[in-house]
């Protein structure tokens, strides 16, 4: 996997260069806005992709969660089955398809809730961890700890790591790590969405920011309760940091749903959207922005590729150093250095 992170590096690279090719000179101006309006370009996939990122910390916080217990792990996994079936079959009931907004189409709705409940359990797959048996205490040992270095040869050690290791420890650490980094990128997209929207806004509307506009203050909302979990995470050392962490999480993914949908429920600044919400948009520009958004996905799945590893290379050195000083501590007692003064009894 190490010699595929240059060549996605370089390919990521040249998509972002073609998609700034694309919306800077290919793209048609608008004959309302003119050429200002091509920070949506920017504005929109930066957007989308930390929707996204958000959504994913969601999930990977649910688990880490549920998987505190196997049976609360079980009970999740059959509710979100529960959700995603019944939200498949009601998106076709005519009650329901006539409350849908105007633009938005059954099929849609129904393939969303697939992708959701596919997506749970690929994430509880790859990073939920596994149950191996009698074996689990061993192999977490030998991959956490390293305690049997020096009796286990390093192939085999490497085997060991790379069968078992590659579905997620055993104790949600992975889905931990996962939720880290998807909040930490999202937050970088979500603060682009912020800047480039008053830049946007001002020569359009003639105002930097509408302090009553329910988009962008439930934005501005999203954004401070991430940075606040993020705060939580650098600067908390209790031992249930992880676990407040998590619930925040799954409360400030609640309001993504209220930004994406505020402009078909709520009087707003922002227009209605010209992508399934019943308006229109040029084929030639439509076609600019998914290209952008590509790039932008690219590059935050490049960036999240990066720092999770960074991440768990983080942990297991802080997991050896404390592994050694305990080891040191016993050896310490062990060789009867105890470290009390010579007058105590």
Same mark, same amino acid.
């Given at each position: 996997? /190490? ?14 260069? *073609? ?83 105007? $633009? ?23 990073? $939920?961890?596994?149950?191996? $048996? ?11 700890? $390293? ?19 590659? *579905? ?74 992880? /676990? ?67 991440? /768990? ?33």
């Amino acid at each position: 996997m /190490k010699q595929a992170f240059p060549i996605l590096a370089v390919l990521t690279a040249f998509f972002l260069v *073609y998609a700034f090719y694309q919306a800077l000179w290919v793209a048609p101006t608008d004959a309302l806005q003119g050429d200002v309006y091509r920070i949506i370009y920017y504005h929109v996939p930066s957007a989308w992709t930390a929707f996204l990122l958000f959504f994913i910390n969601f999930i990977a916080s649910v688990q880490y969660l549920a998987n505190a217990k196997p049976s609360t792990a079980r009970a999740a996994r059959w509710i979100v089955i529960a959700i995603g079936t019944v939200g498949f079959f009601a998106s076709f009931v005519p009650q329901v398809r006539q409350q849908l907004p105007t $633009g938005m189409y059954p099929s849609s709705v129904a393939t969303t809730f697939l992708i959701i409940t596919g997506l749970y359990f690929v994430i509880g797959k790859y990073f $939920g961890g596994q149950d191996l $048996g009698g074996f689990s205490a061993f192999i977490l040992a030998v991959n956490t700890s $390293g305690a049997m270095s020096p009796f286990m040869p390093r192939v085999m050690r490497r085997f060991f790591t790379k069968v078992f290791g590659a *579905y997620g420890a055993a104790d949600g650490q992975d889905l931990d790590v996962l939720a880290v980094t998807t909040a930490e990128v999202g937050v970088v997209f979500c603060t682009i969405v912020l800047v480039t929207g008053p830049i946007w806004a001002r020569p359009v509307w003639g105002i930097w920011w509408a302090p009553g506009d329910i988009r962008l203050t439930s934005t501005l909302v999203l954004w401070l309760i991430y940075v606040s979990y993020l705060v939580l995470r650098r600067f908390s050392d209790s031992a249930q940091t992880q /676990k407040l962490a998590a619930v925040l999480a799954v409360f400030g993914a609640l309001d993504v749903p209220l930004v994406y949908f505020s402009i078909w429920f709520f009087r707003t600044q922002h227009p209605q959207p010209v992508i399934g919400g019943g308006g229109s948009m040029d084929p030639r520009m439509l076609h600019v922005l998914l290209i952008s958004w590509m790039a932008f996905l690219s590059f935050a799945f490049l960036v999240c590729w990066s720092r999770y590893r960074l991440e /768990k290379l983080r942990r297991e050195v802080e997991e050896a150093e404390a592994l050694e000083s305990l080891m040191e501590t016993s050896a310490t007692f062990s060789a009867g250095k105890v470290p009390f003064s010579q007058g105590s009894k």
